[in-house]
């Protein structure tokens, strides 16, 4: 029988759901044994229809509906949730394929999770079938900076002034010539990594203050490739370089395959279930 502190204590108790990191066919207890997820949490496996969604404790006080709304706000917390969930689903992803969940996918409980597994197995079963023996890279083109503009002095008048509008008009248009020569140049690797990926996807370039560079970036591209096509895919990387000077190539990966799987792979964004 409970006691009154008992009881009182489990009513005073936040809810807790599950907070959704990744869904795969199966999962070793020793791979999830050594991860924690949000706030340093155990993870676990919560299994359905056939498939099996690794979730961690989300107490509804701190990942519920609202304070979520909340949280999605903070620069500061959401780095530190996207990176304890990409923690989680970069682990699984080493062991087989995998389906991350978008970042702040919370169910109320486990049956809710379950429940969602068994609503979408044949496309979660689709989609890890299809990432099976593959992974995601990611090509970043960077514009090489342009040899700078010679200044020339009007030689037929017009005095300083003429002659700053001159050269200035010069820098832009050159500047412009550039960017559109690298733009086409984008346009050309990622149609030539896609004939050797089974799968790619363009991005929105990054900006200058997340991606760390000091010039513009034209081509923010990811590509689906075979374990087998790997090496192709690479020495084509490394050849597109050199055939298009204005642009450094930057490979990164391998990844999950965030940019390959549906939206929404088990409930939604931000709500919980």
């Given amino acids: 029988m409970s006691s009154t502190a008992e009881v009182a204590a489990e009513e005073s108790a936040p809810a807790t759901g599950a907070w959704l990191h990744a869904v795969v066919r199966h999962v070793e207890p020793a791979t999830l044994a050594g991860l924690a997820g949000m706030g340093g949490a155990p993870v676990r496996a919560v299994a359905g229809a056939g498939l099996v969604a690794v979730v961690s404790p989300a107490p509804l006080d701190e990942y519920g509906e609202e304070p979520l709304r909340h949280h999605l706000e ?3 917390w959401l780095e530190r949730a996207a990176r304890a969930h990409h923690a989680v689903v970069d682990a699984l992803a080493r062991q087989g394929p995998v389906v991350p969940a978008r970042l702040a996918t919370v169910h109320t409980d486990d049956e809710r999770v379950a429940t969602s597994l068994a609503a979408r197995r044949a496309e979660l079963s689709a989609t890890l079938t299809r990432l099976t023996g593959r992974g995601e890279w990611g090509v970043k083109g960077y514009l090489m900076p342009g040899a700078p503009v010679e200044s020339t002095a009007a030689q037929d008048g017009g005095g300083v002034g003429t002659a700053y509008l001159r050269r200035r008009r010069a820098q832009l248009t050159a500047r412009d010539e550039r960017q559109q ?22 991005h929105a370039p ?12 034209a081509l923010n591209g990811a590509y689906l490739v075979d374990v087998a096509a790997l090496r192709r895919f690479t020495d084509l990387v490394d050849s597109l370089g050199d055939r298009h000077p204005g642009l450094r190539l930057e490979l990164t990966g391998p990844w ?18």
């Fill in 256 to 273: 999950p395959a965030y940019s390959f799987v549906a939206e929404r792979p088990a409930g939604a964004a931000g709500e919980p279930r």
């Fill in 74 to 76: 903070d620069l500061a």
């Fill in 206 to 217: 990054q900006d200058r203050r997340l991606s760390g560079a000091s010039t513009p970036m």
């Fill in 181 to 202: 020569v690298a733009s086409a140049a984008a346009d050309a690797v990622h149609g030539a990594l896609c004939e050797v990926a089974v799968a790619g996807r363009r």
